[in-house]
């Protein structure tokens, strides 16, 4: 090979790995992949239940978000908070889980999960999930139970007039 050749190729080998500047770094991955790679081995590719390990993510994580301590439930798990991920792409991620998987039971004013959410629940992750999920639950249900019966006394007045 000659010089020139050797020359040509360390050139073209310098430009294609030079890297283009730009105003936000890339991120690796998507929300759908982090998923595939950070939760879908528990919670598998449909968010389905691991029986006795995992419960399943439809129906109940829209509910969760329904109230304050969901939401703070949510991105204190012990797997949420030990992701390796940095907080911006967890709080992503989570976003996601929670469109994808919360159906229709997300509220409307759902906000997204922010880095700043992420780390402050890294600092405080929690300890007792089973009693904490339970918790949420039990409030949610109450929630659910309220906004039926005002439901209910609605549609009673309308029927009455």
Do not use: K
């Not at 992503?92 to 780390?119: H, I, K, N």
């Not at 600092?123 to 309220?146: K, M, Q, W, Y």
């Amino acid at each position: 090979m000659t010089r020139a050749a050797l020359v040509a190729r360390a050139l073209a080998v310098l430009l294609l790995g030079a890297s283009v500047p730009t105003a936000e770094p890339a991120r690796a991955y998507s929300p759908e992949v982090n998923y595939a790679l950070h939760c879908q081995g528990c919670h598998l590719a449909d968010g389905r239940e691991t029986p006795g390990l995992v419960p399943a993510l439809d129906g109940t994580l829209g509910r969760m978000m329904r109230v304050r301590s969901g939401r703070d439930y949510v991105i204190r798990l012990p797997n949420v908070t030990g992701a390796q991920l940095d907080d911006a792409e967890t709080a992503e991620l989570v976003t996601w889980v929670v469109r994808r998987f919360g159906g229709d039971e997300v509220p409307a004013d759902f906000a997204p999960y922010t880095a700043e959410e992420v780390a402050a629940a890294r600092r405080a992750p929690l300890i007792d999930v089973e009693g904490a999920r339970r918790a949420v639950l039990a409030e949610v249900a109450e929630v659910v139970a309220r906004e039926r019966t005002a439901a209910e006394l609605a549609a009673e007045r309308t029927a009455a007039r």
